[in-house]
């Protein structure tokens, strides 16, 4: 079946620590995102990728760095310099035109131990 | 900047019973707007997608409509269902202020439907 995939579901970081969440996709989309979602709040645009080789910093972007060497990978790493990181963290992939809906993978909980 | 809200912030309702879940933005300059269900723990799941140049989008029990110059959108959902408990977020289609770039999606914080057996 065609999707995204998140992984892991579950993280924990220590302090000092850089992490990084996984996010794959299979179903041949240019445009990639990451948000970030905290309890009561809306979702919000952490950094987004069009095409591979290239990623924009979206509202929330300092403490976090992506890649995207892969069409369908675009892997987000949690910096040390994220001084909250505990939060709910989504990944999503459309085809990057306005009007097709994003998809969205199952999200990764990452907590501070 | 584009801000949407979302009200109620959460509703509890008897099952059968039809109910309307709000969305306003506030930059009627958008692309589209798309409804999305939540269930706890997980992603979300796209339910409709409605054009600029669309007033509403069917599918199955969930209508939604859209009405862009005064910038809302309601999503009414008929004879509710215990399994239609979860949050229900509205997300609009905005170009980014730097007018270059991908279309970007600002989100309400959602309304936690509860229905009641």
Redesign the interface.
């Known amino acids: 079946d065609g999707g995204i995939t998140q992984s892991p579901k579950y993280l924990f970081r220590k302090e000092g620590q850089n992490v990084t969440l996984s996010c794959e996709q299979n179903l041949n989309h240019d445009a990639m995102y990451w948000y970030r979602q905290d309890p009561g709040q809306g979702l919000r645009l952490i950094y987004y990728s069009q095409i591979v080789n290239d990623f924009q910093k979206g509202d929330i972007a300092e403490g976090y760095s992506v890649s995207r060497e892969k069409k369908e990978s675009f892997p987000l790493t949690v910096t040390s310099a994220q001084k909250n990181p505990t939060a709910f963290y989504l990944c999503a992939s459309s085809t990057g035109t306005a009007n097709q809906p994003q998809h969205f993978g199952d999200g990764t909980r990452l907590s501070i131990l | 900047k584009q801000e ?1 809200t979302q009200i109620p912030a959460a509703l509890s309702v008897p099952e059968g019973e039809n109910l309307v879940l709000n969305c306003s933005f506030t930059d009627s300059a958008i ?2 707007l ?1 409804w ?1 269900r939540q269930d706890p ?6 339910l409709l ?1 409605i ?1 600029s140049s669309q007033r509403e989008q069917t599918s199955g029990r969930l209508n939604a409509s859209l009405d862009k110059s005064s910038g809302r959108s309601t999503l009414y959902i008929a004879a509710s269902q215990p399994g239609d408990s979860a949050t229900y ?1 509205c ?1 609009v ?1 905005s170009v980014p202020h730097s007018g270059a ?10 309304t936690k439907l509860s229905v009641i057996p």
């Open positions: 949407v692309y589209n798309q999305f723990g997980k992603g979300l799941t796209s997608l054009q977020l997300a289609y770039g991908s279309y970007q999606l600002t989100f309400g914080k959602g």
